[in-house]
């Protein structure tokens, strides 16, 4: 596996194929994907991600190319979710595309105007990965009765529900097998 990842992996966490990926979870080997290795000091990795300042770093891989760090994850998903809902007085329905690690849907359930957050995934093994191996980073996400989680194509769900959508969030533009 060592073979077609960008960083030396250590411990495997999640190793699953399914129907459309692979899709592993895997602590980094050595300071692999650590805020130290980025450059970075104690103090920046802990604004960074403060719950897990203290925890190994995990790296979501799908095929074998990085996805997510927990090292990062919230920087980028603060400004995925949270930038565009700032810019509504009041939303209240959301649709993420893609974004089977559920972290855009954490970081919009934190908006209390927001009454419903529904994830179109195509593949349900990415959200089993996500629920299993950064549970503590998802902060609740499937405990909230707002966040509902559709499995397929997300264009089809788009076709029902867009009318009823404030914003969309994409977080997958294209997939190499779905070209």
């Known amino acids: 596996?060592?073979?077609?990842t960008f960083y030396p992996i250590g411990k495997v966490l999640f190793d699953k194929i399914s129907e459309f990926q692979h899709v592993v979870v895997?602590?980094?080997?050595?300071?692999?994907?650590?805020?130290?290795?980025?450059?970075?000091?104690?103090?920046?990795?802990?604004?960074?991600n403060p719950l897990n300042a203290h925890s190994r770093p995990r790296a979501l891989y799908l095929?074998?190319?990085?996805?997510?760090?927990s090292v990062d994850e919230r920087s980028y998903h603060e400004h995925l979710a949270i930038l565009p809902l700032l810019t509504m007085q009041h939303p209240r329905r959301v649709l993420i595309c893609?974004?089977?690690?559920?972290?855009?849907?954490?970081e919009a359930l934190k908006h209390s105007s927001v009454k419903?957050?529904?994830?179109?995934?195509?593949?349900?093994?990415v959200v089993e990965a996500a629920k299993e191996c950064f549970g503590a980073d998802l902060d609740g996400v499937f405990e909230d009765p707002r966040f509902k989680a559709f499995f397929g194509d997300a264009l089809q769900l788009l076709q029902v529900r867009l009318i009823a959508t404030q914003l969309l969030v994409?977080?997958?533009?294209?997939?190499?097998k779905l070209s």
């Open 116 to 125: 419903e957050v529904v994830l179109a995934e195509l593949d349900p093994v």
């Open 1 to 4: 596996m060592d073979e077609w």
């Open 26 to 48: 895997a602590e980094p080997l050595g300071d692999g994907l650590s805020g130290r290795q980025m450059g970075l000091d104690h103090k920046t990795q802990l604004a960074m």
């Open 170 to 176: 994409m977080t997958l533009l294209s997939h190499p």
């Open 63 to 69: 095929d074998g190319i990085i996805q997510i760090s």
């Open 98 to 106: 893609g974004g089977g690690d559920c972290l855009a849907a954490r």
